[in-house]
């Protein structure tokens, strides 16, 4: 089988991710930080060693605010209720995932934030000074996705970034298809939040993400639970990353995310780009040569991830997949992604 649907969830996984979470869960899973002794010693500190190697991966300078969530989808939910009241004015784009539109509409339907959507361009890309255009004097919060999980296109983050620092807002990035592929630098790229999913190019398994918050960003608390710390105050704890992490960690996921982070930066970012670079260019090229095979944005694969949609004429794409998967053992996605303004 060739498996092509690495945008939904990177397939197969490091050898090293799998015998890691088998060994870790084996020897110490236990609920991490609530008690004392050694397993639970052991298990708290994977737990901080995971939190300081992502800090450090994302150049971040607090591991303390690095917060584990489910997966982006959580992370981005915690960042944009936590970050936006009533009154109060978001700018994103047409290029974005469910995980940013859904929240954001929610709360321009119940919330009373006023919500701008910039389109991108031809070729998939936005325009920072498009962005820059609709900054009004209570947009608080911009939101963008890094890259395109259905055209691949990799957003200017790092202008976009200064533009927002310099209108006192706060950027927040949808890193869920770039962390692991394409280095991030929270500080150089002025991210006040970044959302990452462990699942995909960072190689861990389902069921665990986080949220980078820089300093002095403050997100609202908009859940409330056990932290295993301080437990006889009434209110959750203000500090991070208590403020946003609530119950049992996934100690389990925290395990397979630190072996997959450990392999990727033991490989690097120029020799996993290189391997992309050269098998995304076979499809393309191998593409552009048959008749009848259209691809979107993709005239050029510079500042790209390996992400490549097409449809063939007179055919659903639907059809098309069950073709490749019948016929040829190619494993790919379909249809209409998570993204839905971007197929539009
Ligand atoms: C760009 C983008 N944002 C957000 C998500 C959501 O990630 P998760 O399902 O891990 O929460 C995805 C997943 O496909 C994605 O591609």
Redesign the pocket.
């Known amino acids: 089988m060739i498996f092509l649907d690495n945008?939904?969830?990177s397939y197969p996984k490091p050898e090293s991710v799998y015998t890691f979470m088998d060994s870790f869960y084996r020897r110490a899973g236990v609920n991490p930080g609530r008690s004392g002794y050694d397993l639970c010693m052991e298990a708290g500190e994977l737990l901080d060693g995971t939190r300081k190697l992502l800090a450090r991966f994302f150049n971040g300078t607090d591991p303390n605010r690095l917060c584990f969530t489910?997966?982006?989808?959580?992370?981005?939910n915690l960042a944009i209720f936590g970050l936006l009241k009533e009154g109060d004015h978001a700018i994103s784009t047409t290029i974005?995932?469910?995980?940013?539109l859904r929240p954001l509409y929610h709360l321009q339907k119940y919330g009373g934030i006023g919500v701008d959507l910039v389109p991108f361009d031809g070729e998939g890309f936005v325009d920072p000074a498009e962005i820059r255009r609709r900054f009004k004097p209570n947009t608080r919060v911009v939101v963008i996705?890094?890259?395109?999980?259905v055209i691949g296109t990799v957003q200017p983050i790092r202008e976009i970034g200064r533009l927002c620092r310099e209108g006192e807002m706060a950027l927040v990035v949808?890193a869920?298809?770039t962390a692991g592929k394409i280095a991030i630098d929270v500080q150089a790229d002025f991210i006040d939040v970044l959302?990452f999913?462990?699942?995909?190019s960072l190689l861990g398994p389902?069921g665990i993400?986080g949220l980078y918050v820089a300093e002095p960003v403050v997100i609202r608390q908009t859940r409330a639970g056990g932290t295993g710390v301080r437990s006889a105050e009434k209110l959750h704890l203000e500090e991070y990353p208590y403020r946003l992490e609530y119950g049992t960690p996934n100690i389990l996921g925290a395990a397979g995310l630190n072996a997959g982070v450990n392999w990727v930066m033991e490989k690097g970012f120029g020799e996993i780009q290189a391997h992309e670079t050269r098998l995304l260019t076979m499809l393309w090229e191998g593409l552009k040569s048959i008749d009848g095979v259209r691809m979107y944005c993709q005239n050029s694969l510079a500042n790209h991830v390996s992400v490549l949609s097409f449809n063939v004429e007179g055919m659903e794409a639907g059809d098309t997949g069950t073709m490749l998967d019948v016929d040829h053992g190619i494993a790919c996605r379909t249809g209409l992604?998570?993204?839905p303004l971007v197929h539009e």
Request: with cysteine; net charge negative; proline share 0%.
């Open positions: 945008a939904a969830t489910s997966n982006s989808t959580d992370a981005l974005e995932h469910n995980s940013v996705n890094h890259g395109s999980n949808d869920s298809q959302a999913t462990g699942h995909k389902t993400g992604h998570c993204a």
